[in-house]
């Protein structure tokens, strides 16, 4: 089945770093990838939409300048938390789907535990 | 944007059928119903996605009523390892970021 793949799993930074988050498609090509956050015993939020050759498109409130996002390819997209703040850490998880215009629904990754400290 | 309530939380015992329902009042014509699955510090994985009636597949059941206001996710025979977060989403099919909007979510606790 369709696989996303995420990493790191997780990571743990100095507050004031950038941290770099892949999500990859690895059987099949995604146009549209997709970020969330999701903090403890709360649902997820998304952030923002990544689209394959051009800007992200991102969430209101959340800050375009602290999470950057890259989709270079239509296999990989990437979440650079840059300047990281305790307040940053959070559970990231990214999702595309195989097919546009199938039933398939959205394949997750497998998500990244961010610690900022 | 059609809003989704669930339960907080629910709990069953082993052996058991537990049936999550979803209620989704301003559900558009396009809309599909999609429900996921969520265990702790994992993303969420698809179980079932329907439109109408009644759909069924290797793990799971969704029923939809004639007017679509509401689903409901029906588990067989639950064991611990259905202890999870679900999730019913309400959107387009993939493609639509609309899709992507997550509610609070149903705490499944299987007892044994």
């Known amino acids: 089945g369709a696989v996303v793949s995420q990493h790191p799993s997780r990571v743990i930074c100095k507050s004031g770093t950038s941290v770099k988050i892949e999500c990859r498609s690895l059987?099949?090509?995604?146009?549209?990838m997709f970020w969330y956050r999701q903090f403890p015993k709360q649902s997820l939020m998304l952030m923002a939409t990544s689209n394959e050759g051009s800007k992200a498109t991102y969430e209101q409130g959340v800050e375009k300048d602290k999470f950057l996002i890259n989709h270079a390819s239509l296999t990989l997209s990437t979440l650079t938390v840059t300047s990281a703040h305790p307040e940053d850490s959070s559970f990231y998880i990214c999702?595309?789907?195989?097919?546009?215009?199938?039933?398939?629904?959205?394949?997750f990754g497998s998500g990244t535990r961010l610690t900022v400290v | 944007l059609a809003k989704t309530t669930q339960p907080i939380s629910m709990d069953s015992y082993e052996g058991q059928e537990v049936n999550i329902t979803c209620s989704h009042n301003n559900i558009a014509t396009n809309d599909y119903i999609t429900w996921y699955q969520q265990f702790p510090s994992q993303g969420p994985r698809f179980i079932i996605q329907?439109?109408?009636t009644k759909v069924t597949n290797e793990v799971a059941s969704l029923f939809i009523p004639a007017d679509r206001k509401s689903s409901t996710l029906s588990l067989p025979r639950v064991s611990l390892s259905d202890t999870a977060v679900y999730y019913c989403l309400v959107g387009d099919l993939p493609g639509s970021a609309r899709q992507l909007t997550f509610g609070s979510g149903t705490q499944l606790t299987v007892l044994p």
């Open positions: 059987d099949f090509q995604a146009t549209t």
């Open positions: 329907g439109y109408k």
């Open positions: 999702s595309a789907s195989p097919s546009q215009w199938g039933n398939y629904g959205y394949t």
